[in-house]
């Protein structure tokens, strides 16, 4: 069955096999997997007002520390690194998701004087 053109939708085409797909509530515990090529730590430094994001590997070593004032910027840096240095480090789209969400939440955090704590 043809779905009508959503509201929003004002000059774009949409496709004969158009549809909209309703997500199911996540669950941070049942949902969660982890990415075997990393994990993030994130920290705000209120001296240098400035974020910083480590990247570690499972027997819990700091590889690399990312420091900058926005979200966009560490997470473009990060992703640039991993990329041209073939580090792998971000295997599930899902942890690349998590990663932006919670560097926005430590933008917001920074910019408002409140303190970030990481989910």
């Not at 509530?25 to 994001?53: A, F, M, Q, S």
């Amino acid at each position: 069955m043809a779905m009508d053109r959503p509201s929003w939708v004002k000059d774009k085409k949409v496709a004969d096999d158009f549809e909209v797909i309703r997500a199911k509530p996540y669950d941070d515990y049942k949902d969660h997997r982890n990415d075997d090529g990393c994990y993030t730590l994130i920290r705000i430094y209120w001296d240098t007002h400035e974020i910083g994001v480590a990247i570690c590997d499972y027997q819990h070593t700091i590889l690399k520390e990312f420091r900058g004032k926005r979200a966009q910027d560490l997470y473009v840096a990060i992703f640039k690194y991993n990329d041209e240095h073939k580090k792998n480090w971000f295997k599930v789209l899902d942890h690349a998701a998590y990663l932006g969400k919670e560097l926005k939440k430590a933008e917001i955090c920074l910019a408002m004087g409140v303190e970030y704590v990481q989910e």
